[in-house]
């Protein structure tokens, strides 16, 4: 990992052993993952594993409610730019 972060300019950043809550919002999501999706399946092939994780990743991002978002799903966050106010983006009605 290292040299191919290196050979694309990438610069890694690691949190401090024994303090996982400095990356609390990847182990949330990872969590998640695993629990809503990975532990549903039984993969038969590559090409299924990645259909049935992009399809879960369409509904996480785009129609499953986020309580850190008000029940909001995070397109819909995003398009009404309620809690992305530097996003640039207008809200859409």
Same mark, same amino acid.
């Given at each position: 990992?290292?040299?191919?972060?290196?050979?694309?300019?990438?610069?890694?950043?690691?949190?401090?052993?024994?303090?996982?809550?400095?990356?609390?919002?990847?182990?949330?999501?990872?969590?998640? =993952?695993?629990?809503?999706? =990975?532990?549903?399946?039984?993969?038969?092939?590559?090409?299924?594993?990645?259909?049935?994780?992009?399809?879960?990743?369409?509904?996480?991002?785009?129609?499953?409610?986020?309580?850190? =978002?008000?029940?909001?799903?995070?397109?819909?966050?995003?398009?009404?730019?309620?809690?992305?106010?530097?996003?640039?983006?207008?809200?859409?009605?």
């Amino acid at each position: 990992m290292f040299f191919w972060a290196k050979a694309r300019g990438v610069t890694l950043h690691f949190i401090q052993a024994g303090k996982p809550t400095q990356n609390a919002y990847c182990e949330s999501f990872n969590g998640k =993952l695993r629990i809503e999706c =990975l532990r549903q399946h039984w993969f038969k092939s590559i090409n299924e594993a990645r259909q049935i994780i992009e399809d879960w990743r369409l509904d996480y991002n785009h129609v499953r409610p986020h309580s850190a =978002l008000g029940q909001m799903a995070p397109i819909e966050a995003l398009l009404t730019n309620k809690f992305y106010p530097n996003s640039g983006l207008t809200p859409v009605h």
